[in-house]
């Protein structure tokens, strides 16, 4: 695949993490917000303060992500196989 593909797909984590990030912010920064929307440019999603977990193994699962398509960018990551006899 090309590196364009990739640089696209890295953007759209990027602001998929920025969202997030934003909604975790705005739970800890303020006790009396219950919900927030999310939007990604993709989807829309709103969440509670009961989705803190969930919210924060959905950055984390992004950052992974994120990590993952640098290191195709940056061919990084190549795996050699060989036989063990």
Do not use: K
């Not at 993490?17 to 009396?32: K, P, Q, R, V």
């Not at 989705?51 to 960018?73: F, G, I, K, P």
């Amino acid at each position: 695949m090309s590196s364009d593909f990739y640089s696209a797909r890295i953007e759209q984590v990027q602001a998929q993490i920025i969202a997030f990030e934003d909604a975790l912010t705005a739970f800890a920064a303020n006790g009396a917000v219950q919900s927030y929307t999310i939007d990604t440019g993709q989807t829309t999603q709103t969440v509670t303060r009961s989705n803190l977990s969930q919210l924060r193994n959905t950055v984390t699962s992004l950052y992974n992500q994120l990590a993952t398509l640098e290191a195709r960018v940056n061919g990084c990551g190549t795996v050699q196989a060989r036989p063990g006899w």
